[in-house]
């Protein structure tokens, strides 16, 4: 029984462990993974608007920008709506307010390069604004994917410990189990089944070579009686046969 129910409780506790690691782990994966892809897309887009100015900076018949614009959700919102394009930082995180007004900046450098006629001065603020703020950005969200990077392998680190903390009671339970087994054994064999062996070697000893009946029983249960009560009926058909024989 003891043993029925050890099992049970830790079976409870393993399922229990078990779905609350698969919830966590559901939330946690799904949401690293979708911060590292947004990061990583809005890396991208950056790395791809700045190649299309630098198309565009240096073949003026080329509407490249434009191009990329109409193509790219992402690029479309940085040349007309920066505000929508939101950091994808981990909780926690202080550059998500930075990345948001390099977004703004590079958005009016865009705007403003795109609206210059003369290449020379195109080129100028391509040089000196457009390439400053784009590299910046750059590094900020290469920062920013690295830390998504960090809190997916921290949550990889978070599950294998809720993996061990789910197989725990189940190993302990098996111990247990064993260590049960081990002393209800030893207990059986001591205080059952060795006296028990004793009374009946007695009792044919008694009955085959005649010897008087001497079992040492240190129990008082029903073990115990059980010799006694043997005693003195071995005793008392000792004197019985004295009896008949006198």
Known sequence: MALMLLLTASGVISIYELVRTRTSVSGMITRDVSNLTASQEQLNMVLHVGYAMQEFIFDSGNASVTM???????????????????????????????????????????RSILSM??????RSAYLTSFMPTSHLLIQELNSVAALNRQELHKDVAAIEQHRYRAVMPCIIAVFAGVALIVMFNYFI?????NPLIKITRAVENTVEYKSPFRVSVESSDEVGALSEAITALAAQVKKTGKAEGA
């Open 189 to 193: 064999m001591r205080y059952f089944a």
């Open 117 to 122: 006629e003369d290449e020379v001065e195109r």
């Open 68 to 110: 990329l614009m109409s193509s790219d959700s992402l690029a479309a919102k940085l040349l007309e709506r920066p505000d929508e394009l939101q950091p994808y930082v981990p909780e926690g995180a202080e550059v998500a307010a930075p990345i948001k007004g390099l977004f703004k900046a590079l958005h009016a450098e865009i």
